[in-house]
């Protein structure tokens, strides 16, 4: 069974610092990954995703992930946050003979102080 | 533009009522979920299809039904609402395939008493 480990529930930090919000997954067979974003009293959309090919791959906002195979990592960063950011962020993963299943991690509460 | 509609986008309910929870999308996909967000636990999948007259159990179906009678549409039916069922409910749809994101509805936040 595959499943998303997000290692950080919170993530404060200061207006323009640098973030990483960490994810790591387990599956015994090759996935997709994916990270969601849900600002307050929204659904979620789409940040990036990462199918083949390069392992960083940018996505919206400025964000970008690294895919990291031998890790098992699936890191999600940005060089300099806004107070616009703040949001939840959820990682998640499926696997090709599933696609169309989505399992997400508990989701990381980034919030940005000024 | 294609969107996915949830309504109500709030509810009180007692417990022991059926409550029924409506989702549309416009996008034309075959795929459709049902998740709800509860703190700590992310999104848990309660039930999903993958076209008309599909239906499939999630990991946390137990309470909860959904029928899909055309691609538009697929209800969310609590048979006997339980206060363990309070939550805020996303339902979602994409494309077949593989690699395919999912497209979430704007939520709607149940409460039973």
């Known amino acids: 069974a595959q499943s998303v480990t997000q290692l950080d529930s919170q993530v404060p930090v200061f207006e323009e610092a640098p973030v990483e919000l960490r994810c790591n997954y387990s599956s015994s067979v090759s996935v997709y990954l994916f990270w969601y974003v849900q600002y307050p009293n929204q659904g979620l959309q789409l940040l990036l995703k990462y199918l083949s090919g390069s392992t960083l791959v940018k996505g919206i906002n400025g964000f970008e992930a690294e895919f990291n195979k031998s890790q098992t990592s699936f890191h999600l960063r940005k060089p300099s946050v806004h107070i616009s950011d703040t949001a939840e962020y959820f990682c998640a993963v499926s696997v090709y003979s599933s696609a169309s299943k989505i399992i997400f991690g508990s989701g990381t509460r980034l919030s940005i102080r000024p | 533009d294609a969107e996915i509609t949830q309504s109500p986008r709030h509810k009180i309910t007692e417990t022991g009522r059926q409550v029924t929870l409506a989702c549309h999308q416009t996008w034309n996909h075959n795929n459709m979920f049902w998740y709800r967000q509860d703190l700590g636990h992310g999104l848990r999948l309660i039930h999903y299809s993958y076209g008309v007259q599909d239906t499939n159990k999630g990991e946390v179906s137990d309470g909860y039904s959904v029928s899909r009678s055309n691609t538009e549409d697929l209800p969310l039916t609590l048979e006997s609402a339980a206060s363990s069922q309070t939550s805020v409910y996303f339902c979602?749809?994409?494309?077949?395939?593989?690699?395919?994101?999912?497209?979430f509805g704007p939520g709607t936040r149940l409460t039973v008493l």
């Open positions: 979602a749809s994409s494309l077949g395939g593989v690699g395919n994101e999912q497209f």
